[in-house]
T-cell receptor
Framework: DAKTTQPNSMESNEEEPVHLPCNHS???????IHWYRQLPSQGPEYVIH???SNVNNRMASLAIAEDRKSSTLILHRATLRDAAVYYC?????FGKGTRLHILP | ETGVTQTPRHLVMGMTNKKSLKCEQH?????MYWYKQSAKKPLELMFV???????ENNSVPSRFSPECPNSSHLFLHLHTLQPEDSALYLC?????????????FGSGTRLTVV
């Protein structure tokens, strides 16, 4: 099974961009890279996913390395509501994620 | 509301009890999942159902018994649990078991075994 490596925690100031990295060097060529986030007392929430090309949606952008061994989730202007644990996953397998703290 | 509803939200049960967790989705998805989330541990995949057939069982003890009567409903039957089974149990669904389009999760059932 593919495994991922993410920083345990990160901090960012409110209204500044945040770049959350993820290494997934063992991902297969056909597995999508998904990002989810989990707020306290809730289930994980879908953020974005992609295969090879960079992706944008209303929540975030996803930059995927050309060799697909890593990706970066970009929150363009972090708000306090973005404080959560962010998971980067190949199908099914969740790691410990990155706990993002937003400083007002 | 995500479209995936789990009941009950909280459950306290003794080690000799039998209880069931329920998950319901009306998103038109045809794959459903049970995950376990213990404190300070990653989410652990327990079971995967695709088109009402179990396609994955990740070495889960037999005291956990899933049931998927149709594509909209998923149950987790619990009996003779241990205190270490206390956790947040999350249900998810997706369109197809390759999850190319991503999961939708419920809010979970917080289970405490006493």
């Amino acid at each position: 099974d593919a495994k991922t490596t993410q920083p345990n925690s990160m901090e960012s100031n409110e209204e500044e961009p945040v770049h959350l990295p993820c290494n997934h060097s063992t991902i297969s060529g056909t597995d999508y890279i998904h990002w989810y986030r989990q707020l306290p007392s809730q289930g994980p929430e879908y953020v974005i996913h992609g295969l090879t090309s960079n992706v944008n949606n209303r929540m975030a952008s996803l930059a995927i390395a050309e060799d697909r061994k890593s990706s970066t989730l970009i929150l363009h202007r972090a708000t306090l509501r973005d404080a959560a644990v962010y998971y980067c996953i190949p199908p099914y397998i969740f790691g410990k994620g990155t706990r993002l703290h937003i400083l007002p | 509301e995500t479209g995936v509803t789990q009941t009950p939200r909280h459950l306290v049960m003794g080690m000799t009890n039998k209880k069931s967790l329920k998950c319901e989705q009306h998103l038109g998805h045809n794959a459903m999942y049970w995950y376990k989330q213990s404190a300070k541990k990653p989410l652990e995949l327990m079971f995967v159902y695709s088109l009402e057939e179990r396609v994955e069982n990740n070495s889960v003890p037999s005291r956990f018994s899933p049931e998927c009567p149709n594509s909209s409903h998923l149950f987790l039957h619990l009996h003779t649990l241990q205190p270490e089974d206390s956790a947040l149990y999350l249900c998810a669904s997706s369109r197809g078991d390759r999850v190319d389009r991503g999961y939708t999760f419920g809010s979970g059932t917080r289970l405490t075994v006493v």
